[in-house]
């Protein structure tokens, strides 16, 4: 519904910007990184994003932060 809502108000849905969806058309060296205690984000989500970049990159998990 909320996708649904978003494509006919905005012209694009949710999963038009997903940031897993669209990662492997970054072109720029990554940084990502991650809190290990984030509740909001799971850990998975970075991942996948991570496994998607094609160009260099790394993956920084702060164990013991919380989403910023």
């Not at 997903?18 to 998975?44: K, M, N, Q, W, Y």
């Amino acid at each position: 519904l909320i996708s649904r809502n978003a494509k006919d108000k905005l012209g694009y849905g949710i999963e038009d910007v997903a940031p897993a969806v669209r990662a492997s058309r970054i072109s720029v060296p990554v940084l990502e990184i991650h809190g290990g205690l984030d509740t909001f984000v799971p850990p998975s989500a970075s991942e996948e994003i991570y496994e998607r970049i094609r160009s260099p990159k790394r993956l920084l998990v702060i164990e013991d932060a919380e989403h910023v």
